[in-house]
């Protein structure tokens, strides 16, 4: 672990360093790239040295791809935000819980139909995979029961769900967060309320599938077609995203321009102030420390 | 203790045993006078001798009260629906946690203010008896949030609900119920789903106003101008009506017509089969076993 927690510079050398220069990067969103009011949508503000990092990554060459837990909206309309606050992020570059869930599904229950608790953004990576999705009246059929963002929590959709796992179905949801910060202060994580919702009347506990669960960097492996160790995972938040990376067992870069700004230099493989700082470790990296 | 579990008759003899003869009776509803479908509303079966058991309550001038756990409908609504099952059920004869929680706020919080996440029957016995309920969008000057059974939990009403107890609410509910049995199977208990919810996103256990929580046995005893101990509660479910009742230092009579039917003898002060048997046993109290 120690070899881990050295320097970039290092990585030249010492095999176990983060070899800053040719790691596919996975990339938090807010906190990370963006600061925005989780209540409202528009105009999120880039953070510093976000759209550079972006540019140069892909005038580098380097693959990379974007991670974040929220499932309130499909990944398109995350990818048009971003582009929107002026980061270079296309379709197909941003991956969400449910885009998680509908690569595990595909791979691991081919065929087997889900019961999504969730709205469109929950909904459609699923359908955009051809994963047969169940209606109310026919939930007790589900193989898996999926639990995402949705405006409001009805008692028909909640007994349809817990039907379907009282009768074997395995119960997986996006998240468990409680709240999120926003600009208005805190709110709640209504992804994580459904959750428990869920799973106070089942008795029964879900298997994660967003962060820090690992199994987002597993998907984000196969798709930048690297072994899951070459990963480095970038992000501002030690109990999400450095937890997860870690768990995967990728190296992971803290910025401290979200949630864990006071984090301790070893909290992480590397800590940044922000992007720009690990632009220029990226850019110098062979100059500078070998 | 082992005097609390003699035999009636031994009442008149050791002061320890139940006085059948003379104390007030609190009575659960479902599974201990009727069995229902929890989902259909209508047509109740009375159980074996709670009709003649309740007139000959009122026959005998001996005070009774009912208390069920259900907030999805004014007390009214219970009386009308046992009504209409044939039992000699009036207004007022009935307490909910809705009205349970309605004199514990007037007695002892008076004046403040109430956040209420449910529907009518959470709302209508607070309103009854003057208390102050709040909007959502002032729900933040809320001294306590209320859960009962509502159809639905959306963002807006957890919002308000979370934001009232992070400043400092106090949160209470109905009901910590999983599920009920219905007779289209079990079915989840929409209010505890809503506790679950709130208790998850703000990290805070709500106090249960509901059975087991002993409040429903002191509100029961003040409006039957009895003392505490005095009361015997009648009910079929050891963890819920007989837990309440040693919880609040009552007497408990169990009766094996709904959940708990194959319970050993010893498990309440008294068990009988049904209330046939029991009203044979207050009526014979004297002639047979004194």
Chains 1, 2 share one sequence.
Request: negative net charge; hydrophobic residues 45%.
């Amino acid at each position: 672990m120690s070899q881990e927690r050295r320097l970039p510079g290092n990585a030249d050398n010492h095999p176990g360093a983060i070899a800053l220069h040719e790691r596919p990067l996975v990339l938090d969103v807010d906190g990370t790239l963006i600061l925005a009011d989780s209540e409202q949508w528009n105009e999120p503000r880039p953070l510093l040295g976000a759209a550079e990092f972006l540019t140069a990554l892909r005038e580098m060459g380097r693959p990379f791809l974007l991670l974040t837990n929220g499932t309130a909206r499909t990944p398109d309309d995350y990818v048009e935000r971003l582009q929107a606050a002026g980061l270079d992020v296309r379709p197909g570059e941003l991956l969400t819980p449910a885009v998680v869930a509908a690569e595990l599904l595909v791979h691991h229950y081919p065929g087997e139909p889900v019961f999504v608790l969730g709205d469109n953004g929950t909904r459609q990576p699923l359908a955009a995979r051809g994963i047969r999705l169940l209606d109310r009246s026919e939930a007790t059929a589900a193989r898996i029961v999926f639990v995402g963002w949705a405006p409001a929590l009805t008692y028909e959709d909640l007994t349809a769900a817990a039907r379907a796992i009282w009768q074997g179905a395995e119960f997986w949801t996006a998240v468990t967060a409680r709240a999120l910060a926003a600009q208005g202060g805190r709110a709640p994580a209504m992804g994580g309320a459904i959750m428990a919702a869920v799973a106070h009347v089942t008795a029964t506990q879900p298997r994660l599938i967003g962060k820090p669960a690992p199994e987002a960097l597993e998907v984000a492996a196969r798709s930048l077609r690297t072994p899951l160790h070459e990963l480095v995972m970038i992000g501002d938040d030690l109990e999400i995203d450095v937890s997860m990376a870690r768990r995967a067992g990728c190296s992971a870069i803290l910025v401290r321009t979200g949630t864990d700004r006071d984090a301790p230099a070893d909290a992480a493989d590397l800590s940044v102030e922000n992007l720009s700082e690990l632009l220029s470790l990226i850019k110098g990296n062979r100059r500078h420390y070998s």
